[in-house]
């Protein structure tokens, strides 16, 4: 058998290691810290987490050129926790959850704000707001062996230089053994599949030229730039 084009497999990397983790899908959880539920002025503090996906190629790495996207004048940030799971999980408790963590990075979920708003006022999915192309930047990611597990720490993000986002992880609304437990009944979770928990308040547009550090606590930070649109 041959294939008719080449495959193509989206990775990221693991600190410590040459060995890259291969991206399987790309899972989002929306509306995760109270002040960001109450700056967007949607959605009830007490509902259950809900989830959205982004394509696997949505994912790019560490020092990365970000095309300013289409179809959009409202492009903005939303740096997050990214829980890397290394287990099939299926119906997991929320006592067992941790069990199937890999590790732990940082992305930032990108998102077209005008089109997902109006996306959410026609009852609409969200994927036009949300599930685009290099929607998705992620660090390398971190081991369970070698940094833990990541439930509590500052969380923050910058854009040339100046601080945008800070938070604790702690302020999570549902924390990550109750997002993976929650997720596992929905779907069954695969070794390669990355959830991105949420992002606290303080959520803004980018323009092209403009440099984002995201950083949380135990983790390396990384960067990338946002570059003009594509032809």
Not at 17 to 44: L, S, W
């Amino acid at each position: 058998m041959a294939f008719v084009f080449p495959p193509s497999v989206t990775t990221l990397a693991i600190v410590g290691g040459e060995d890259r983790f291969p991206v399987r899908r790309v899972y989002c959880v929306g509306r995760n810290y109270v002040a960001h539920i109450r700056e967007m002025k949607e959605g009830d503090e007490r509902d259950p987490p809900f989830f959205f996906q982004k394509p696997s190629d949505a994912v790019v790495s560490e020092g990365a050129v970000v095309p300013y996207p289409p179809a959009t004048e409202d492009f903005q940030f939303e740096v997050e926790l990214v829980v890397a799971i290394g287990k099939t999980a299926r119906n997991v408790p929320v006592a067992s959850a941790l069990d199937v963590v890999f590790g732990y990075g940082i992305g930032v979920d990108l998102t077209r704000r005008d089109r997902q708003r109006e996306s959410f006022k026609k009852g609409l999915p969200w994927e036009i707001g949300k599930s685009f192309d290099h929607s998705a930047p992620c660090g390398p990611l971190h081991t369970v062996a070698l940094v833990g597990h990541r439930l509590e720490g500052g969380i923050s993000l910058s854009v040339n230089g100046e601080v945008r986002q800070q938070g604790d992880l702690r302020q999570m609304i549902w924390n990550t053994p109750e997002i993976i437990a929650n997720l596992s009944t929905q779907y069954r979770l695969e070794p390669g599949d990355l959830i991105l928990t949420g992002t606290p308040a303080g959520v803004g547009a980018v323009v092209p030229g403009d440099r984002i550090n995201a950083s949380i606590e135990g983790l390396l930070p990384f960067s990338f730039s946002i570059g003009p649109e594509e032809a």
